[in-house]
């Protein structure tokens, strides 16, 4: 029997963020734990998973998903441990992952949950194995068609989303050049991720580079970011390429996302094709995915970068320097030890 404290601990929505979100934008709520109802299970939190739709859903503009409303939880995808409850399927000490959010211990019905296998590395179930591989292996399978010895360009390449496209790219046999925000990035994605080149776009010879490195020019391009770096991007575009808008982390962290530049112009001149990607469009493709990155993962084709931060405390910090560009990979925050 596992103790459980009488307190939890909730993060929800106080105020919208202008721009980047802070401390103040949240309230730290507390509620008695009480023993789960029939048929759910008491999870505690070990790991939160923070993206930036987080900071997206804080603010009050058309997106692809409903905004938060004030006084809401928030919400993320977590690597949590059963603790008790009664439901078919689970015993209390079972690793789980669900959409639990910013919260010490959650209650939870099964089908909220995915049974953790212990063949994978924890940290999987929330990197290659969850919403980023399975976001980045999806856009690509379904619409990005990679062709061998073309060229893929790719944003946020050290980011959650972007190193696994980086990745499957190279995989699909395509000349794969990566763009950051710093020297350290880009030698992880070389070193590690495997790209062929790695661009920063605060080098002032940013958009020199980019059009050395891509000669025949960009074939696939798969957008994380947009605002000016996709623009610099667009004017480099192949003939008839194919372009993935997979976010917006540069827009949607403004204070008018509404006003992302987009070039149209070349979008017209390379007769491009644009497409955007939700991978919560896709549900029944979802399982294919995590089977395809299981099976990368077995075979060691598969490298993660994760950013770990300790305490509960630490979540709207941890989410803010994220957003500001200082974390390298997917940003996890430990709320708790296993039991």
């Known amino acids: 029997m596992f103790k459980v404290p009488e307190i ?9 963020p202008e721009s980047l979100p802070s401390d103040e934008n949240f309230n730290i ?38 905004p938060f409303k004030i006084g809401e939880l928030i919400d993320c995808d977590v690597l949590g441990q059963v603790i008790n409850g009664d439901a078919d399927g689970y015993i209390p000490g079972q690793l789980v992952t669900g959409r639990l959010g910013w919260q010490e211990y959650a209650v939870a019905s099964p089908d909220q949950l995915i049974a953790v296998s212990a063949e994978f590395h ?98 696939l391009f798969f957008d994380t970011l947009g605002g000016p770096i996709a623009d610099a991007v667009f004017e480099n575009l192949a003939k008839y390429a194919q372009v993935l808008v997979v976010g917006r982390t540069i827009s949607n962290n403004s204070e008018r996302p509404d ?44 490298t993660t970068i994760d950013h770990l931060e300790d305490g509960f405390e630490k979540t709207p910090t941890a989410l803010r320097d994220m957003l500001m560009g200082n974390c390298a990979g997917k940003v996890l925050v430990r709320y708790s030890d296993r039991s």
Request: aromatic share 8%; with cysteine.
């Open 122 to 219: 924890e940290k999987l179930w929330l990197t290659a194995l969850s919403s980023p591989g399975l976001t980045a292996y999806c856009a690509l399978d379904l619409f990005g068609r990679p062709m061998p010895g073309q060229t893929l360009v790719v944003t946020s390449a050290a980011g959650a989303v972007g190193s696994f496209a980086v990745q499957l790219g190279k995989l699909a046999g395509m000349r794969v050049i990566g763009i950051t925000g710093n020297k350290d990035k880009s030698r992880k994605v070389i070193e590690q991720l495997g790209a062929d080149d790695c661009l920063e776009h605060t080098d002032p010879t940013f958009a020199h580079n980019l059009a050395i490195a891509c000669p025949d020019g960009v074939n």
């Open 259 to 302: 006003l992302d530049p987009i070039n149209m112009r070349q979008l017209w001149a390379k007769e491009a094709s644009i497409k955007g990607f939700s991978r919560y469009s896709y549900p029944e493709r979802w399982e294919f995915a995590r089977e395809r990155m299981m099976a990368l993962c077995r075979e060691n084709k598969i």
């Open 8 to 16: 939890n601990r909730r993060y929800t929505l106080k105020t919208r």
């Open 29 to 66: 709520e507390e509620c008695e734990i009480l023993p789960p109802p029939p048929g759910k299970l008491l999870i505690k939190t070990l790991m939160v998973a923070l993206s930036p739709w987080q900071n997206q859903r804080m603010k009050d503009f058309k997106n692809y998903t409903k």
